[in-house]
């Protein structure tokens, strides 16, 4: 008898997972396995309408007691486990190189130490410097007394983090925080990329050093308008950043997905390096909607499936667009910073809806309501977009 295969889908409270719940069960029709670190016993199985099992990530302890309850639950199939967010993947593969309990699952993932290198701005700032890739210039605390002499914009960033959450802007000379002042064991300071509207992502899935998939997409409009989230980008063919990123990847030794965001630098010309996330992004939902196939390639590849693939149908369509409509659109257009015309305009043929399109109507509203009402989930989304 055949196993069936199944896919671990975490976080499933998050957007993101949503959006990665309804794209592999609902449109690649794969069984797959839900999991969250709350919410799990009403919440979720109310809006998914099926089981959701706890897996939690405060500790590396109970994660791995709940994997192995998921994995003994699961002993007759295949199980393969999807990178969706940060926090478990670590766990995941902190367990892959130190444990043999993950025996029985198929992955793509690159080693704990290149995960852990991307994930840590300044540990990949030096990557980047040391290899030759482009980046913006950093500054330490050797350097950093060069910027009250011969002045550029530049900003703060944690080391450790995503989004906008803790990162500072300094466009003068008299803005500038002390050497002393300056958090340097948390922080990482780069000049400021100036780029008008050039800002882009590139999408990759990397397997056994060959590039497999990718696509670009142009970051439109965010929210805030200066500094925030992407809330619609279109996909676009730059082939000179796919060209770069696949040499960082190749650098790396990278293995899964990946994605790395480039600014266009109108003072040099060229473009910049400035980050890598090693699991899936937020616009994943473009990546299907193009015709990437990066989701469904992931998990044949991960089964050893090479022959399944037919790579002649993963033509990336460009000029297709992903929105995030609610609540970010909407509250821009209620505070008059979009406009009715553009607001309005829903073209489902060219357009993907986050937490719309692949869901169904009730699972969609469900999680609405979800999310609207949950407090913990608006504050740190709020703390986010920094409104």
């Known amino acids: 008898m055949q196993r069936k295969n199944y896919v671990l889908i975490t976080d499933v409270n998050s957007r993101k997972a949503f959006d990665v719940v309804n794209i592999i069960q609902r449109k690649l029709k794969y069984h797959v396995i839900l ?24 500790n590396i302890v109970n994660f791995k007691s709940d994997l192995l309850a998921i994995t003994e639950k699961h002993s007759s199939c295949n199980l393969i486990y999807l990178p969706v967010s940060e926090k478990p993947t670590r ?14 699952w198929f992955t ?53 983090g995503q989004g906008s959450v803790g990162i500072k802007y300094f466009y003068s000379k008299q803005d500038l925080p002390s050497v002393e002042g300056v958090d340097w064991d948390n922080n990482l300071i780069q000049e400021k990329i100036i780029s008008k509207s050039n800002v882009a992502g590139a999408f990759f899935l990397m397997y056994n050093q060959q590039l497999i998939s990718s696509y670009c997409h142009q970051r439109l409009r ?57 699991r899936l992004w937020g616009s994943v939902m473009l990546s299907e909607f193009c015709n990437s196939q990066i989701l469904k390639f992931y998990i044949e590849l991960a089964l050893g499936n090479q022959e399944s693939i037919d790579f002649q149908k993963s033509y990336v369509k460009t000029n297709l667009a992903i929105r995030w409509l609610y609540p970010l659109d909407i509250i821009s257009f209620f505070k008059g910073r979009l406009p009715a015309k553009e607001f309005l305009n829903i073209s489902p043929a060219t357009t993907c809806y986050v937490n719309i399109t692949y869901s169904s109507f009730y699972r969609t509203f469900a999680y609405f309501i979800y999310f609207t009402f949950n407090i913990s989930s608006i504050a740190r989304f709020f703390k986010k977009i920094k409104v």
């Open 35 to 58: 999991a969250a670190s709350k919410d799990f016993d009403i919440k979720l199985p109310l809006i998914y309408g099926r089981k959701v099992e706890m897996l939690r990530v405060d």
């Open 91 to 104: 766990f995941f593969l902190m367990l892959k190189e130190n444990e043999r309990i993950l025996s029985r």
């Open 108 to 160: 793509l993932t690159p080693s704990l130490q290149n995960f852990n290198l991307t994930t840590d701005k300044f540990l990949f700032q030096r990557f980047c410097e040391v290899h030759n890739h482009p980046v913006p210039k950093s500054y330490n605390e050797n350097n950093f007394q060069e910027l009250f002499t011969k002045f550029t914009p530049v900003v703060l960033k944690p080391k450790f």
């Open 222 to 278: 965010t929210f805030p308008e200066s500094g925030g989230v992407t809330v619609y980008s279109k996909s676009v063919d730059y082939e000179e950043i796919i060209v770069l990123g696949k040499k960082l990847l190749g650098d790396l030794r990278w293995e899964g997905v990946a994605m790395i965001e480039f600014m266009f630098d109108e003072s040099s010309g060229k473009w910049k390096i400035i980050e890598l996330n090693p």
